[in-house]
């Protein structure tokens, strides 16, 4: 099977691809991303973030790299899914003024409509805490853990309407302890997780060309 290309063009240091990054929590991971940029010449430039939480530590890891915010604003009289749709129009529109050509989920708990996935399908990347297709969802640490598997560790697969059940573009591998508490092991896969996603994301950028499912 043919390889395709994620991206349109290859981003270069003096003309990168433009990422935004969603995040809903610490932004350790989109920290780890941050600061590979910073410290390699990169093809690919984090221009804004998006956020759907109003006082994580992700907001302020944003302000430190001088990364501009997008936080989504709850309109609480509509019912649930137009309120969906009326914030996604809104991210929409601003992340089409930022240029963005690739958008990165670190630690986004929202999960996107299927009519914004299609908007930028197949442009849209996550990294989760397992080895999927094995536990998806919201709580992998505690799936794992309670399932006595020996193996566990991170997946970075293209976001597509459903629940991490996009193409899989990489993985690592952590060991399971039979003492690891899900603390314990949420850190260890951390530590994959902040080696594994920029490494992907330059390879995207540089135009390595994927195997995309149908």
């Given at each position: 099977?043919?390889?395709?290309?994620?991206?349109?063009?290859?981003?270069?240091?003096?003309?990168?691809?433009?990422?935004?990054?969603?995040?809903?929590?610490?932004?350790?991971?989109?920290?780890?991303?941050?600061?590979?940029?910073?410290?390699?010449?990169?093809?690919?430039?984090?221009?804004?973030?998006?956020?759907?939480?109003?006082?994580?530590?992700?907001?302020?890891?944003?302000?430190?790299?001088?990364?501009?915010?997008?936080?989504?604003?709850?309109?609480?009289?509509?019912?649930?899914?137009?309120?969906?749709?009326?914030?996604?129009?809104?991210?929409?529109?601003?992340?089409?003024?930022?240029?963005?050509?690739?958008?990165?989920?670190?630690?986004?708990m929202r999960l996107l409509s299927?009519?914004?996935?299609?908007?930028?399908?197949?442009?849209?990347?996550?990294?989760?805490?397992?080895?999927?297709?094995?536990?998806?969802?919201?709580?992998?640490?505690?799936?794992?853990?309670?399932?006595g598997v020996k193996v566990s560790?991170?997946?970075?697969?293209?976001?597509?309407?459903?629940?991490?059940?996009?193409?899989?573009?990489?993985?690592?591998?952590?060991?399971?302890?039979?003492?690891?508490?899900?603390?314990?092991?949420?850190?260890?896969?951390?530590?994959?997780?902040?080696?594994?996603?920029?490494?992907?994301?330059?390879?995207?950028?540089?135009?390595?060309?994927?195997?995309?499912?149908?």
């Open positions: 099977m043919d390889g395709k290309h994620l991206m349109m063009r290859k981003g270069t240091s003096s003309n990168p691809i433009r990422i935004a990054v969603f995040f809903s929590g610490s932004g350790t991971g989109m920290d780890a991303l941050l600061n590979h940029q910073v410290s390699n010449e990169c093809g690919h430039e984090s221009v804004v973030c998006v956020t759907d939480k109003e006082d994580v530590g992700g907001i302020e890891v944003a302000k430190r790299h001088g990364i501009p915010i997008i936080q989504e604003i709850v309109n609480r009289q509509l019912p649930v899914e137009e309120r969906r749709r009326e914030q996604e129009l809104r991210i929409i529109e601003q992340l089409e003024q930022y240029e963005i050509e690739l958008i990165v989920l670190s630690g986004y299927s009519d914004f996935v299609e908007q930028f399908a197949p442009n849209i990347i996550n990294i989760h805490p397992s080895i999927l297709p094995a536990f998806p969802g919201a709580d992998a640490h505690t799936d794992v853990l309670a399932s560790g991170c997946t970075v697969h293209v976001v597509d309407a459903g629940m991490d059940s996009g193409t899989i573009l990489a993985q690592r591998r952590v060991p399971v302890f039979d003492s690891d508490t899900r603390s314990e092991l949420a850190r260890r896969i951390q530590v994959e997780e902040h080696r594994l996603y920029p490494s992907v994301i330059d390879l995207i950028c540089s135009g390595h060309q994927f195997v995309l499912d149908d």
